[in-house]
């Protein structure tokens, strides 16, 4: 086997030198300082802001034309950075401003400062992975120009005849717009999103298409992104919880338009059997207007898809009983004659509850009517093209927790006991917990969508368990109570208690204990989504004597006035990590035409003594693999 392997090896390279030259370039290659990893999480659909923090790379721009140009002021970094952020919008802009000739003059004074920023933030790259940062089009153009930028008297004029030349050709502009992308891609070299991507804001499609197309990302599923891949996986469930937050958020453009669900039939049905009630009022975003029209049938699809959500859900909790989840059956502990509820030995009155479908004698049971729609609904869903490519996206470069350069990544939690044990989920002989339990979610997330025809199976249904459930690593708390916020006025019902862990992961000794049963170094960090945090109330998001970082990105418009900003994003680069807080997002019109950023301030989670190379890295530690294989290759490259 070994000798195999190594015959094999040989065969890329023609000759022992060409084997020595791999060893120095690969070796080098791990001495060059560790690249950018950016972190966002929770970004619900809010795609501008999410595409203004991917741009400015959570001030990492701005950072980098600072240490480019000292003597900048505020002023130029901001026109600068602008530039780079949006270039297609700010060369419009510019055209506007100039005659011809000053247009012109502007461009060629841009192109030199962003070459100059593109050869500094190249630096510690191979010039390997900088030629493929570069477009394609441009590629052979822009490295005459960054090894030529700083040219010599004599060179200088063949410099500028290689600009004179693309401005009479009309491609100056182009060539900045794809300078300008070389530079954020260089700036970040990576990106994590820490789960949430789906739900409330308008625009999830269009923040994974932009995914799609980025070089280096991974995903750590949220609770809002399992929901939509078990519509996918086959659950009609998730489907009505889909279907009720869309119209909740008055987003059924995601369904309709975006993803070409066609939801003609839902519509009536909602039409024909609800009126509209106050609990199901739409939440619109500040500025966002509809018609009271609108409103109404937003109000009605709502109802109409929580009622359904409770007899699917209902039926599942029937032939579940391993998930625990008997105290959840709301519709079994309804007296339908008197309209009340009985939950934990109390009664209270049902509000506006209107179930107009609902056969008391067995409320899980979905009409005929019910049963056809529904079943036409998911095949829609489950043959939209986009849908299907997006969710395959999501499962593709996502997993339920991450362990990447020494921290570990969950979008919830780790369900632990109030003694800071790990919770465990049983499931016929055998109880899984911590590390155990993540992977048998995520095998079970893969498996599920191995098999979208089966609806009601394991896998499938444990996905719903996923949204709802106490041992869900991705929910993280006791019980989710739409059921009381939708009908029950008394407030203390609504509350949704928090597993031990979000108490608990202020304690250090945790997070150790945590990293080491995912067989981590205890220096690592823990890095965690999903619940935002509430700046203005005074919460820290760096925990554990810094060992844990909470990352709620914020976006969320709906939950920006109780968190009092808009959220945080997370840096790693050779010199440490670096908590980014982030004002609300405007518009991009704002953006481009005064400059406004919406980084508010930086805080420095850990400042490392050495900075970290490649070697330190994920990455590094299998191109030292590969070098000590090369290296006995070398070594017996005559005898192979
Ligand atoms: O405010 P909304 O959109 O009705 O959602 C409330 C629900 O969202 C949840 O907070 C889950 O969403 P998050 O993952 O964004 O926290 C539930 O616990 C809660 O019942
Ligand atoms: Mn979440």
Request: hydrophobic share 40%.
């Amino acid at each position: 086997m070994e000798e195999k392997y190594y015959k094999l090896l040989k065969q890329n390279f023609v000759s022992k030198e060409a084997v020595l030259t791999e060893i120095i370039n690969l070796s080098a290659i791990c001495e060059l300082p560790k690249a950018t990893e950016h972190f966002m999480s929770d970004v619900h659909g809010e795609y501008d802001a999410f595409n203004h923090v991917l741009r400015n790379g959570s001030g990492s721009i701005k950072e980098k034309i600072r240490d480019c140009f000292p003597n900048f002021t505020v002023e130029d970094i901001s026109e600068l950075a602008t530039l780079i952020y949006y270039p297609q919008e700010k060369l419009e802009a510019q055209k506007i401003l100039f005659l011809d000739n000053a247009f012109n003059q502007y461009c060629q004074k841009k192109l030199i400062e962003l070459l100059k920023v593109a050869k500094f933030a190249s630096q510690k790259y191979t010039r390997s992975k900088v030629r493929k940062a570069l477009s394609e089009n441009f590629r052979y153009i822009l490295e005459e120009l960054l090894n030529e930028v700083d040219a010599t008297a004599e060179k200088k004029s063949y410099f500028s005849s290689i600009i004179q030349k693309l401005q009479q050709l009309g491609e100056l502009s182009n060539l900045i717009v794809s300078l300008a992308d070389t530079i954020r891609r260089l700036t970040v070299d990576h990106l994590h999103i820490v789960g949430d991507i789906y739900d409330r804001g308008p625009h999830p499609d269009k923040i994974i298409d932009r995914l799609i197309d980025m070089p280096s990302v991974d995903i750590q599923w949220g609770n809002h992104d399992v929901v939509w891949m078990a519509i996918i996986a086959g659950s009609p469930l998730a489907m009505m919880n889909v279907v009720r937050i869309c119209s909740r958020y008055a987003n059924l453009d995601i369904l309709e338009e975006r993803y070409g669900i066609n939801m003609r039939a839902f519509i009536d049905y909602a039409e024909r059997y609800y009126k509209p009630s106050s609990a199901f009022v739409p939440q619109l975003t500040e500025g966002i207007r509809i018609s009271n029209e609108e409103s109404e049938l937003l109000n009605k699809l709502q109802q109409a898809a929580a009622i359904l959500q409770f007899k699917l859900e209902s039926q599942l909790i029937a032939r579940r009983p391993e998930f625990l989840l008997g105290h959840r059956d709301v519709l079994n502990f309804i007296d339908f004659g008197n309209q009340k509820i009985t939950l934990n030995h109390r009664v209270y009155d049902l509000i506006s509850f209107q179930a107009p479908t609902i056969d008391p004698k067995d409320p899980a049971r979905l009409t005929e009517e019910e049963e056809r729609m529904l079943k036409h609904l998911l095949e829609n869903f489950k043959s939209s093209h986009k849908l299907l490519k997006h969710v395959h996206f999501l499962l593709e470069n996502g997993s339920m927790y991450l362990r990447y350069n020494g921290n570990l990544l969950i979008h919830g939690c780790i369900p632990l006991h109030e003694n800071g044990d790990f919770k465990s989920f049983r499931i016929g002989d055998k109880a899984y917990a911590g590390r155990e339990l993540l992977d048998f979610f995520d095998f079970n997330v893969r498996k599920s969508l191995s098999n979208p025809k089966q609806t009601n199976d394991f896998s499938t249904d444990l996905l719903w368990y996923l949204w709802v459930g106490e041992c869900s690593s991705l929910f993280g708390k006791e019980a989710m109570t739409t059921f009381e916020r939708y009908y029950i006025g008394d407030k203390s019902t609504h509350i949704e208690k928090k597993n031990p862990y979000y108490e608990l992961r202020e304690n250090q000794e945790i997070i150790k204990m945590i990293l080491r049963n995912f067989n981590m170094d205890e220096n690592g960090h823990l890095i965690n989504g999903h619940t935002p945090i509430k700046e203005k109330n005074g919460e820290n998001p760096i925990k554990a004597n810094g060992k844990l970082i909470v990352i709620d990105g914020g976006f969320s418009k709906p939950y920006q006035k109780e968190t009092g900003i808009a959220g945080y994003t997370l840096l790693y680069n050779s010199y440490g990590m670096q908590l980014v807080a982030h004002q609300p997002f405007t518009t991009v019109e704002a953006a481009v035409n005064k400059g406004t950023d919406i980084i508010s301030a930086n805080r420095l989670v850990e400042q490392v003594e050495e900075p970290v190379r490649v070697k330190d890295t994920n990455i590094g530690q299998s191109l030292m693999k590969n070098i000590a294989d090369l290296e006995y290759l070398f070594e017996k490259y005559d005898l192979i």
